[in-house]
């Protein structure tokens, strides 16, 4: 169970965190909820307290971890398969896991990618997404700026693709 104030990662929407515990009735049925805000995107969500491990909630890296997630961006990128179709279903199943690991492999391979060969429309949505994911993750574990983070992100990538 988490507590008012928690961060927490919310596989495919980000990191937010808890604001409150609210007791709804849906259908007849009541049901606690987390009332989740997003500070990248500025967004609110409300999760059923009883489904957050089957979702996959987790709380967000400890602020030691962001250095072991930044020189992991800076790796070389992964092998990816040449077919687009079968890399977006690659990439999409790391995003679904909320493993920040898999979030920042995409984000690497793609953006590489995208330096090197371009993207397609839907793989350019899914690092705009991929992106928005790692950075709000990481705003919140170093208690940081969006601007600040993305500058990092991005600073890592692209001198990563000019070596």
């Known amino acids: 169970m988490y507590d008012i104030g928690d961060k927490v990662v919310y596989p495919m929407h ?5 604001e409150g515990i609210e007791e709804c009735e849906i259908l007849g049925e009541k049901q606690s909820y987390y009332i ?6 500025d967004m609110k969500v409300m ?35 040449t077919n687009w179709n079968k890399r977006y ?13 898999e979030v920042a ?32 993750e990481l705003v919140l574990s170093k208690d940081a700026e969006e601007s600040e983070i993305t500058a990092l992100v991005d600073g890592i990538i692209e001198a990563e693709g000019s070596v």
Do not use: C, H, W
């Open 14 to 18: 980000g990191a937010g965190i808890i």
């Open 89 to 101: 279903r690659q990439n999409m199943e790391k995003m679904k896991s909320g493993d920040i690991y």
């Open 47 to 81: 999760i059923p307290t009883a489904n957050v491990e089957q979702i996959g909630i987790r709380e967000v890296i400890s602020n030691d971890e962001v250095a072991d997630v930044m020189k992991f961006m800076s790796g070389d990128q992964s092998k990816m398969s």
């Open 105 to 136: 492999e995409v984000v690497r391979n793609l953006m590489l990618r995208d330096s090197e060969k371009g993207l397609s429309t839907a793989e350019r949505k899914m690092l705009s997404n991929a992106r928005q994911i790692l950075i709000s």
């Open 36 to 41: 989740l805000r997003f500070p990248v995107g």
